[in-house]
């Protein structure tokens, strides 16, 4: 059995669920799941915002004034796990239990630091086997929670939620 060390990709169905106070945030989309070393790496794109499509139609908007797709990556490690987002926003945010994390935030106009405090972190594994017969671990449940600084003050209280399943080709 082959547990941790693969590093060719597998195509996951994430349902991500981002709750903050009382909004909740649902996304389901396709992405690639891949270990390297002994990290776990989860890749995404989040589509951009429903009201750009109107913008693209009507032509009426600057280019610029558009949001883009984002780029998302989960980067999960034996006790630090490390989230990238790459769009018209970049940020890193880094999470582990009991410790205050620094992170960036930057846009075209804004640059700033971040700190994260995780509260808790799960992760449930299965083994799968994969096309040519071998066997490794496969994240099917992760999630967090923690508290998001800036300027050393509270801005927030998220919970993060990913559930994962092998993505079947047809």
């Not at 999470?95 to 620094?102: D, I, P």
């Not at 972190?121 to 967090?144: A, N, Q, V």
């Amino acid at each position: 059995m082959m547990i941790g060390q693969r590093s060719d990709k597998q195509r996951v169905r994430i349902h991500v669920t981002s709750r903050q106070q009382h909004e909740c945030v649902e996304l389901h989309v396709d992405g690639d799941l891949y270990h390297k070393g002994n990290s776990i790496y989860i890749r995404y794109i989040e589509p951009a915002p429903e009201e750009n499509q109107a913008k693209r139609q009507g032509g009426s908007s600057q280019p610029s004034a558009l949001l883009t797709d984002t780029t998302v990556m989960l980067k999960l490690s034996a006790k630090e796990w490390k989230l990238s987002r790459r769009g018209n926003v970049q940020s890193e945010m880094s999470f582990a239990m009991e410790r205050s994390l620094q992170g960036t935030y930057i846009s075209e106009v804004l640059r700033f630091p971040l700190e994260t405090r995780t509260r808790r972190m799960e992760r449930r594994d299965e083994p799968i086997r994969l096309s040519d017969g071998s066997e490794t671990l496969f994240p099917s449940y992760i999630s967090w929670s923690y508290d998001l600084y800036i300027e050393e003050k509270c801005t927030g209280q998220f919970e993060i939620e990913m559930r994962l399943e092998p993505a079947h080709e047809n």
